[in-house]
C-alpha cells in the first residue's frame, strides 16, 4: 500500500511539473527571439552610423580641396609667404622647426636636420587644414588691408591730377576763318596771344599738379 502510494505521489509531481517545463521552454524560445531581433536591429544601426561616416568622409574631401584651392587664388596675387607653427602641422613630432606657406599654395615643413619636405595644401587632414586656415587667415586680412590702404593713396592722388590736368587747354592750333591778305597780320596776332595764354596756363597747371602730388 505504501508502494503504491509513492507511485501515485510521483506520478502527481510529475504532472505538476510538466506545466513549469512548458512555462520554462515558452520563456527562453521568447528570450532567444527578442535576442535575435536586438542583434538584427543594432547590424542596421551599425550599417546606417557606417554609410554615414562614408557619406561624411567624402564631403570633408570634397570642402577641404574647394577651400584649399580658393586660399590659394587669395594668397598667389598677394605673393607673400607665411609662418606656421610646427604645432599646427604636428602636436607630437618636436623634429619639425619651422612650417611655411608659400603663395603657391605649397606647405614646406622643416626639420632640425636641415632636410624640407613640401606637401600642397589640399593633402593634409581637415583637422590640421583648420589650424593652419586659423593662423594665417587673420595675416591675410592684415595685408589686404594694408594693400587697400596703399592703394587707396594712389587713386586719390590720380584723381587730384586727373582734376588739374582737365583745366589744361588741349594743345591745338585754332584755324582762323577770315581770308585774304588783311587778315593775315590779325590772325598772327591771335597766334601769339593763344601762345602766350598756354604758356601761361601750362606753368599754372604744373603748379597745380605740384600742389596736389605735395598733398600726397
Given at each position: 500500500?505504501a508502494?503504491t502510494?509513492?507511485?501515485?505521489?510521483i506520478?502527481?509531481e510529475?504532472q505538476?511539473?510538466?506545466?513549469?517545463?512548458?512555462?520554462?521552454?515558452?520563456?527562453?524560445?521568447?528570450?532567444?527571439g527578442?535576442?535575435?531581433?536586438d542583434?538584427?536591429?543594432?547590424?542596421?544601426s551599425?550599417?546606417e552610423e557606417?554609410?554615414?561616416?562614408?557619406?561624411?568622409?567624402?564631403m570633408?574631401r570634397?570642402?577641404?580641396a574647394?577651400?584649399?584651392n580658393?586660399?590659394k587664388?587669395?594668397i598667389?596675387p598677394?605673393?607673400?609667404?607665411?609662418?606656421i607653427?610646427?604645432?599646427?602641422?604636428?602636436k607630437?613630432?618636436?623634429?619639425?622647426?619651422?612650417?611655411?606657406?608659400?603663395?603657391?599654395?605649397?606647405v614646406?615643413?622643416?626639420?632640425?636636420?636641415g632636410s624640407?619636405?613640401s606637401?600642397?595644401?589640399e593633402s593634409f587632414?581637415?583637422?590640421?587644414l583648420?589650424?593652419?586656415?586659423?593662423?594665417v587667415?587673420?595675416e591675410?586680412k592684415?595685408?589686404?588691408?594694408e594693400k587697400?590702404q596703399?592703394?587707396?593713396g594712389?587713386?586719390?592722388?590720380?584723381?587730384?591730377?586727373?582734376?588739374?590736368l582737365r583745366?589744361v587747354?588741349?594743345?591745338v592750333p585754332?584755324?582762323?576763318?577770315s581770308?585774304?591778305k588783311?587778315?593775315s597780320s590779325a590772325?598772327d596776332?591771335?597766334?601769339?596771344?593763344?601762345?602766350?595764354?598756354?604758356?601761361s596756363?601750362?606753368?599754372a597747371?604744373q603748379?597745380?599738379?605740384?600742389s596736389?602730388?605735395d598733398?600726397q
Amino acid at each position: 500500500m505504501a508502494e503504491t502510494k509513492t507511485e501515485a505521489s510521483i506520478a502527481v509531481e510529475t504532472q505538476q511539473s510538466q506545466p513549469a517545463q512548458t512555462q520554462t521552454l515558452h520563456k527562453n524560445s521568447a528570450q532567444g527571439g527578442r535576442t535575435d531581433l536586438d542583434i538584427n536591429m543594432a547590424i542596421k544601426s551599425l550599417q546606417e552610423e557606417t554609410q554615414q561616416i562614408f557619406e561624411l568622409i567624402e564631403m570633408e574631401r570634397t570642402y577641404g580641396a574647394e577651400v584649399s584651392n580658393q586660399l590659394k587664388q587669395i594668397i598667389m596675387p598677394l605673393n607673400l609667404s607665411y609662418h606656421i607653427k610646427p604645432e599646427s602641422i604636428s602636436k607630437t613630432d618636436s623634429s619639425i622647426s619651422d612650417v611655411v606657406l608659400t603663395p603657391q599654395g605649397m606647405v614646406c615643413v622643416f626639420n632640425n636636420a636641415g632636410s624640407m619636405i613640401s606637401r600642397p595644401l589640399e593633402s593634409f587632414q581637415s583637422d590640421v587644414l583648420i589650424r593652419i586656415l586659423l593662423e594665417v587667415i587673420p595675416e591675410i586680412k592684415v595685408m589686404l588691408n594694408e594693400k587697400r590702404q596703399k592703394m587707396s593713396g594712389r587713386v586719390m592722388t590720380l584723381e587730384r591730377v586727373a582734376k588739374e590736368l582737365r583745366k589744361v587747354p588741349a594743345l591745338v592750333p585754332t584755324k582762323s576763318v577770315s581770308s585774304g591778305k588783311g587778315s593775315s597780320s590779325a590772325s598772327d596776332q591771335v597766334s601769339i596771344e593763344n601762345v602766350r595764354d598756354k604758356s601761361s596756363s601750362s606753368s599754372a597747371s604744373q603748379d597745380a599738379m605740384k600742389s596736389a602730388l605735395d598733398k600726397q
